[in-house]
């Protein structure tokens, strides 16, 4: 089975602070994402990475920043977190090479900025 | 111009009941794969089923089946017998051949609440 995990699955941080999501995925998948998930909005695309070191811009990079050092690792950042930027993050990661890539999650960690 | 739909935001239906969830789309990519996940409310996202757009048949897999419209860019998701356990908010997300790194673009859900 796949296993994607996230370091926290609650998170409180004040306006200003630096913020690092980690995600961890343990089935060798080239591709790792980041999505914000907010009420009547659905899943919004922040980052992804189809390889190590590698990253590209989702729909809304603005006010974040990613790392992929290592190829089961994707971290998100937050350089100076505000409180727009309370919301669900989720991780994702897909093996990259199949028709159906399916993209399987983490639990999501649920960040409150105050 | 939103690339996936989902008009029900909320559904009653009643257990053991069929219930299909909405989905409609909007591509010009000749190649692309349409995708149901479904979030309980410990938040996790579960993968339950793929419609890839040159198959020829409907997905299935155990009580989730796909009804996909190809013409009406429609893929509802339908689910048999409905059980308790199937309470939970579902996402229809799509994938376009041309996007780099098989990115999904996500609906904005729909929450089904089954009824005993």
């Known amino acids: 089975d796949v296993k994607v995990t996230q370091s926290s699955r609650y998170l409180v941080k004040r306006t200003g602070e630096k913020v690092f999501l980690e995600c961890v995925q343990d089935?060798?998948?080239?591709?790792m994402f980041w999505y914000r998930q907010d009420p009547g909005l659905g899943l919004r695309l922040i980052y992804f990475?189809?390889?190590?070191?590698?990253?590209e811009k989702g729909d809304i990079p603005e006010g974040y920043s990613v790392s992929r050092e290592k190829k089961e690792r994707f971290s998100l950042i937050l350089e100076s977190a505000s409180t727009n930027q309370t919301s669900m993050y989720l991780c994702?990661?897909?093996?990259?090479?199949?028709?159906?890539?399916?993209?399987?999650f983490g639990p999501g960690t649920r960040l409150t900025v105050l | 111009a939103q690339k996936i739909t989902q008009t029900q935001p909320g559904m009653f239906v009643q257990e053991k009941e069929a219930v299909t969830l909405d989905c409609t789309y909007d591509?010009?990519?000749?190649?692309?794969?349409l995708f149901w996940y479904k979030q309980p409310s410990s938040g996790e996202m579960i993968f339950l089923i793929y419609?890839?757009?040159?198959?020829?048949q409907n997905a299935t897999e155990g009580r989730y089946s796909l009804n996909f419209q190809k013409a009406r860019k429609s893929a509802n998701l339908v689910i048999s017998a409905s059980q308790l356990g199937d309470s939970a908010m579902y996402f229809c997300?799509?994938?376009?051949?041309?996007?780099?790194?098989?990115?999904?673009?996500f609906g904005g859900g729909t929450r089904l609440m089954v009824k005993p």
């Open positions: 994702a990661s897909s093996e990259g090479h199949l028709d159906a890539d399916t993209q399987y």
């Open positions: 591509t010009s990519d000749p190649s692309y794969g």
């Open positions: 419609q890839g757009s040159y198959d020829q």
């Open positions: 089935m060798d998948h080239e591709n």
């Open positions: 997300a799509m994938r376009e051949a041309r996007d780099a790194g098989n990115m999904l673009t």
């Open positions: 990475s189809y390889d190590v070191k590698m990253k």
